[in-house]
């Protein structure tokens, strides 16, 4: 058996219908466009207090023009009524915005998959809330959800309603950033399904063939990745196979993730180029020997909403460098600025704060590991294409190396790395 994840578009419904085979488990969840219809229909009805009329019809317009089914234009016209029921309640009784948001686009994601079995004979519709329940902390309770999900997904031709769960006090929520991608996952993980596939608009993971789970990781670490890396663990944990295909072209093989190693010994398996990052630098001798600095910095940085890429320290103690996008460095450096201003730990006026317009180049592989030399390659590859380096970091577990290079050395860092495998 297997589980397969899928983005319901307007192009698409044909494509997935034939994906969907009598030992599949599909989930389904709608595309971000019209999910972000639903949040200015909920705005204009329950913050601004109006009808919505027109959003509304813009949805529905959307719904309709996906399936010419009898059966499925029924269940539109069913989710007519109760998307104005709702909300009308809404307006007259005091609900957090996030909860209505959850609710009703969770009725959304079932839709989409009621349209997608109407075009398969014989499936059957799971709404996907009832699967996964969440502390509320908003983590997973395994232990409660595999149960779950062992008692009501027994066989397959199974169309799953994906991207949310519910708390234990009943109340639906959004699960991680692609929820009908972890839902996939831990659906596989709790049935050993053969294996798991991911249909999204790439060809798979770059030009990657074949990558192993922590590969496929550091690969998807990127802003533009087609998925969220966290939707890998249930799999890897179970030790099933992962498939990475493009919905448009799903005869091709895409990219296996699985735990083979992909690459010969040290040989990197990939390059990540990160571009329109900035590195601030906290350094000075009044951060010598003061216990607690770092993580003051990273809660205060945390509670910024400040998105942290890359993390050095030289062992003296007298920097700490980490890398943030550019749209969030003037916020990283007014929050420094604040903390130290305001710390009775740093009573020293010498502590500096240094903003610089950089970039990351970060080779990775699983035939890196416990390898002598490759650091040493790498650096010399950089060295001799005429790029400085300006801070360096790699992980305990050397799958790793990532560099910070000057923004404009960016592609001679790229070119020179991309060697290293040749």
Known sequence: METRSFVLRRDNHASIVKLIGSDTIAVVRPEKYVENLFRELIHRT???KKSGKAELESVLDYFRSISSEAAYLEKVDEFEQMVK????EGMFVYAPLRSVEDYLLARCARLCAEAVACGVKGSRVIDGTGLV???PDGVF???VSREAIKKKCKNGLLIVSGGYGRLESGYVVRIGKDGSDMLSSLIASAIGADRVEFYVETPGLGNNARMTYDEAVHFLASDNAPLDSSVLWPAKNSGIPVVVKSIYEPEKSGTLI?????GKAGAPSGILVDGDVELVTVYGTGL?????ISSNIFSKLGEAGVNIRFIAQSSSEYSISFAVPSSQGE???RTLKTLVGGNPMLPLDDVMILNRKVGIVTVYGSSIANIPGVSGRVFSALGDEGVSIIASAQGGEELSISVVVDEKDLPSARKALEKLDK
Do not use: Q, T
């Open 133 to 135: 329940v969440c502390r």
């Open 288 to 292: 010598l020997g003061k216990v607690g």
């Open 258 to 262: 699985s735990a083979e190693p992909s």
């Open 141 to 143: 309770d395994w232990a």
């Open 331 to 333: 916020v990283a450096a």
């Open 46 to 48: 329950i913050v601004e």
């Open 85 to 88: 029921a709702y909300l009308s």
